[in-house]
């Protein structure tokens, strides 16, 4: 069962559970974090992706605790390859954490190798990095403008392994046009409003045990509209709502359980995807450099870049959308 959620309302209730799992098409979940008593892990998730075609930036910030850890990954899609690193602190404590909402807020993080601003507010979000020995090869940095368009949204909440003191809540945003500049050594790469594109994805959780996690996600052009896409795996407690979605023009339409058939310790195979009555049928295949797969391992967490083929069949669609070498990659985490 689907469970689409209109009215604003608090995550928690007095004692502690989560008042209502589903999801929503605009930000109605008020995060009152306050009132929860989940004794288990409280993590906090910050993550972009900017794309316009020619190079793609993976950037993730995340404070569980104790950990923190920045990860960031360059992909040079018409020349092929990628460059990766990441940040990663144990016992660590981050001052003030990261932004209590996934509309505003401030967050600013330096040690000696690198440098790193997030501004966010109502109208759009400002990205700066500067990353000595890159890969521990080169410096790179980045200064980008994201410009809020108008879109709606995926905002969901459920209590995890039924337990409902244990929350995951995310929103994906795939609702900006990205302007800005990437440099990684000797090669600079131009972001333009017309061509480069960003999606933010903001979570929050408290959960009583490790997970791994799987998502399908795309944001390009088709026929010269706007299409994003997000596939993953279960989380929580989801019978009233889960993650799988597409965007076209700004426009949600929600999917329900979507079967995956891939060979996780061969990750230069296709990755297969299915959903219910042929409403989608699509396949992943990952870009490869010399035969191995075109992926960014950092901490925790691996980004594999490739393309998408196949169809999403809706009934309200006069058209199946085709799905015809678009740009997509998988990632695949632990937390």
Same mark, same amino acid.
């Given at each position: ?178 302007? /800005? =500049? !990437?440099?990684?050594?000797? $090669?600079?790469?131009? +972001?333009?409003?017309? &061509? #480069?594109? %960003? ?110 083929? /196949? =169809? !999403?069949?809706?009934?309200? $669609?006069?058209?199946? +959308?085709?799905?015809? &070498? #678009?740009? %997509? ?7």
């Amino acid at each position: 069962m689907q469970r689409e959620i209109t009215a604003p309302c608090n995550i928690f209730e007095e004692n502690g559970e989560v008042m209502q799992a589903g999801w929503a098409r605009t930000p109605v979940f008020r995060l009152n974090e306050e009132l929860s008593k989940a004794r288990g892990k409280f993590g906090e998730k910050d993550s972009y992706f900017v794309n316009n075609g020619e190079v793609s930036l993976y950037l993730s910030v995340e404070n569980f605790g104790t950990e923190f850890s920045i990860n960031i990954a360059v992909a040079d899609l018409k020349r092929g390859g990628v460059i990766s690193d990441c940040v990663y602190k144990k016992l660590h404590i981050l001052r003030g954490g990261l932004p209590k909402t996934g509309s505003n807020g401030e967050f600013f993080y330096s040690d000696k190798r690198m440098a790193l601003q997030l501004d966010s507010n109502m109208d759009g979000r400002f990205l700066r990095c500067e990353f000595e020995e890159f890969g521990g090869r080169q410096p790179m940095e980045f200064r980008i403008l994201l410009k809020k368009t108008l879109s709606e949204s995926l905002n969901e909440l459920a209590p995890f392994e039924r337990n409902r003191r244990y929350f995951y809540f995310k929103r994906f945003a795939p609702d900006y046009m990205a302007k /800005g =500049t !990437i440099r990684v050594g000797g $090669m600079n790469y131009s +972001l333009e409003e017309n &061509n #480069a594109r %960003a999606y933010f994805d903001w979570t929050r959780f408290s959960k009583p045990r490790p997970h791994h996690y799987q998502r399908l996600s795309a944001d390009c052009m088709i026929d010269g509209k706007r299409f994003s896409l997000c596939l993953a795996s279960r989380v929580g407690d989801n019978r009233y709502g889960n993650e799988n979605c597409f965007f076209y023009e700004g426009k949600l339409e929600k999917l329900s359980q979507i079967n995956v058939k891939g060979t996780p310790n061969r990750m230069d195979r296709p990755f297969y995807f299915r959903g219910g009555m042929s409403a989608l049928d699509i396949t992943f295949k990952p870009f490869t450099v010399h035969g191995s797969a075109m992926t960014a391992d950092m901490s925790g967490t691996s980004v594999i870049f490739g393309r998408l083929y /196949g =169809t !999403i069949n809706r009934v309200d $669609m006069e058209q199946p +959308l085709v799905l015809d &070498n #678009a740009q %997509a990659h998988l990632v695949f985490s632990e937390f």
